[in-house]
């Protein structure tokens, strides 16, 4: 599967949000959207998932005008993981999972033996079967991103959009939910994430979309658009890029870090 975005441009109003987005993502591919809060990214999963439909431009999904497609077709191509989700009741993670299955069912029907065989499979994948019983907000926050990961995954399409994955997760969780959401774009599935962090990026991306006042300002592999003039143009810091094992990470340090009656700031 792959998504075509060509020429996007979106308003709110007179306020425009989205200005010219050009990119293309597919299969076994993990796309990371980097910037700073504010810059479109939102709005940019919300037209393609076809929530806004006012954009100029064009959103192919394997080929296809997603303006032709109604919502039980979307569902089967796209699968949309929140940052997080608190539901109203207390469901049974099995039954969160469960849930993703509703588009294979009629309105009038319950899900079958084929949708509960399809959920069980989901949790095994991802290493949650265990939290099968248990509440689904009695759990840790990285286990619900792995158990709406595992929803996403029932739904059976092939096409993942996640927005900040890993937002408000320790690091020993962010690192867990990104390597399940990389060894997920191995085995062909199509991913795009909204990201906070660049360090990540660069480690888990195979390509990274940087977004700047609704604008790309770059498109490519980490190793191509991953530059310190990158970060100072995205973030207004100055940093020194630092390459680890041979090239395959990069961690941005500050240049100028002062400790000034005993709050530490950064220098930009």
């Known amino acids: 599967m792959s998504i075509e975005v060509t020429n996007l441009s979106f308003s709110y109003g007179e306020q425009q949000v989205l200005d010219d987005i050009n990119f293309t993502a597919q299969d076994s591919q993990l796309l990371s959207v980097l910037g700073p809060n504010g810059v479109g990214k939102t709005t940019l999963f919300r037209c393609i998932l076809g929530l806004l439909t006012g954009y100029e431009g064009q959103i192919l999904l394997d080929g296809i005008d997603i303006r032709g497609l109604g919502i039980e077709e979307m569902a089967k191509l796209i699968a949309y993981i929140p940052q997080s989700h608190y539901p109203s009741f207390n469901y049974s993670v099995f039954d969160m999972v469960l849930m993703g299955t509703s588009v294979q069912v009629s309105a009038i029907s319950s899900p079958g033996i084929k949708q509960k065989k399809l959920a069980e499979a989901a949790l095994k994948r991802l290493g949650i079967y265990h939290l099968k019983n248990r509440g689904f907000t009695r759990i840790s926050g990285g286990e619900r991103q792995l158990v709406l990961l595992a929803r996403a995954l029932a739904q059976d399409a092939r096409i993942l ?106 220098c930009s």
């Open 161 to 266: 959009v996640l927005d900040e994955p890993t937002s408000n997760l320790d690091f020993g969780n962010q690192v867990r939910v990104l390597t399940e959401i990389k060894s997920l774009a191995k085995e062909g599935y199509t991913i795009i994430q909204s990201t906070h962090n660049p360090d990540q990026a660069f480690l888990f991306s195979d390509r990274v979309l940087a977004m700047k006042n609704g604008k790309v300002l770059a498109w490519g592999t980490p190793a191509e658009v991953y530059t310190e003039d990158l970060i100072y143009k995205l973030y207004g810091v100055k940093v020194e890029m630092e390459s680890l094992y041979h090239d395959k990470a990069r961690v941005c340090v500050p240049k100028c870090i002062v400790e000034e009656e005993h709050v530490y700031r950064v």
